[in-house]
């Protein structure tokens, strides 16, 4: 089943949302996205509990503490494949780091993760690539329109570099475009 929202959902209507879905067990896809979630505590308890194959939480307005609330219920996940994280532009290193590293969870199974037009520093882009290299499954990544001035030249080099000598050889799509590489 799927179950799609967009408009004026907030944490409040979210945990009301997932205990109404608390005997919903095959859910499969749920969309949030352009609603006013912040903290992601009732989505970290729906991934621990539910089969979702796909989250997606492009354009909320998901801050620091969500993103590690929504890091430890992607590590407690084995059935999440795909992930839309767009226009979060509340996140900032410590959150991503912490849903980077949630990448590298053995139950971790996403295969498509989408991050774009989000604000990922260069600490934060070498937690990605670090992650990749301890996950098997991520095939799809879309970093594409990040703000052009979070990742210096120096950090785009080190990720270019980091790629080129990554283990992972699983990546088969990856979306750069709008960042201005030259």
Request: overall charge negative.
């Amino acid at each position: 089943g799927q179950i799609t929202s967009e408009g004026a959902i907030d944490d409040d209507k979210a945990r009301a949302l997932v205990r109404a879905l608390a005997g919903h067990s095959s859910l499969g896809r749920l969309i949030l996205s352009e609603n006013n979630i912040r903290g992601c505590d009732a989505l970290a308890t729906l991934l621990h509990s539910h089969r979702l194959a796909l989250l997606d939480l492009r354009e909320n307005q998901i801050d620091n503490d969500g993103a590690v609330v929504l890091a430890a219920g992607i590590m407690g996940s084995n059935t999440l494949n795909d992930l839309i994280l767009e226009y979060n532009p509340n996140i900032t290193e410590t959150g991503w780091q912490a849903i980077f590293a949630a990448l590298q969870s053995p139950s971790c199974r996403i295969t498509q993760l989408s991050l774009r037009h989000n604000t990922i520093n260069d600490a934060a882009a070498l937690s990605l690539l670090h992650a990749l290299t301890g996950n098997g499954h991520l095939k799809n990544l879309d970093i594409s329109c990040l703000d052009r001035y979070t990742i210096t030249t120096a950090g785009w080099r080190t990720l270019s570099t980091l790629l080129q000598n990554t283990n992972n050889n699983v990546i088969e799509n990856l979306d750069l475009c709008g960042n201005g590489l030259n």
